[in-house]
Each structure stands twice: as structure tokens, then as C-alpha cells.
């Protein structure tokens, strides 16, 4: 008995182990966390790249860095729609409608620094961040 055991734990140590890749890092609606490069829609619209780790960058993102209260307006399973509040530094609404993992249509309106801002972006995940 005791050289079965022995011959069996000699088979399991020649097994290598396999181990499960961590699943990469993931922010709601299952978009992918990283470099994420954002580009207006329409005429002369720009683009920008932008190191996503939070939701909310791509949700306020006229008002980053700012201690923001949102409320959720509607939470289907590719679109997200919050208002937002940040005091003196203004307000906003997000419309955010996922159409993968690693595209986006963001459509945006609200007071910043007491001037308007309305704009439309799309959302297209580079890769990790640098």
C-alpha cells in the first residue's frame, strides 16, 4: 500500500501544475481597463488617449479629477445613462452605449466652469497603459 501511495505522489510531482491566467482587469459593462483613445464625432472632432482604470473617467470626463455625486438614470445591459454633480465645477449627463468590450459611444452635456459643453465621442480600447 505504502509503495502504491509513493508510486502515485511520484506521478502527481511529474505533472507539471497548471494555473489559470488572472482574468484581465475589467470595469463595468465588462469594458476593458487600459489605454483608451477617444475621438469626436463630426467635424473636426479630435482625438485624445486617456489611461482608464475607473468608470467614471469615461463618464465625467469634463470634469476629471473632480469629487462628482452621479445618479443612474437608466442601467441596461450596453447602455449606461448617469447625471452627475460637482458642485461649483458643474453638472453633466452621459449617455455611454457599449457596443463591445473595447468600443464605445459616448454622447455628453452639462455645465463646466459655468460655460455649456455637449460633444460626442467614440471610444476605442489601444491596449494596456504605458
Known amino acids: 500500500m505504502l509503495r502504491a501511495l509513493g508510486a502515485a505522489m511520484a506521478m502527481m510531482a511529474a505533472v507539471p501544475a497548471v494555473q489559470a ?11 476593458e481597463t487600459g489605454e483608451w ?24 470626463s469634463r470634469h476629471a479629477g473632480h469629487a462628482c455625486k452621479n445618479f443612474t438614470v437608466s442601467d441596461a445591459a450596453n447602455r449606461l445613462v448617469v447625471t452627475y454633480e460637482c458642485g461649483a465645477a458643474g453638472n453633466g449627463r452621459t449617455d455611454l452605449r457599449v457596443e463591445t468590450s473595447r468600443l464605445v459611444q459616448i ?22 497603459c504605458h
Open 21 to 31: 491566467a488572472a482574468p484581465a482587469p475589467r470595469l463595468a459593462k465588462g469594458l
Open 37 to 60: 483613445e477617444l475621438r469626436g464625432r463630426g467635424e473636426g472632432g479630435g482625438a485624445r488617449r486617456l489611461c482608464v482604470s475607473s468608470l467614471s473617467q469615461l463618464l465625467q
Open 107 to 128: 454622447q455628453s452635456q452639462g455645465i463646466a466652469d459655468g460655460a455649456p459643453f455637449a460633444f460626442a465621442l467614440e471610444g476605442r480600447w489601444i491596449g494596456a
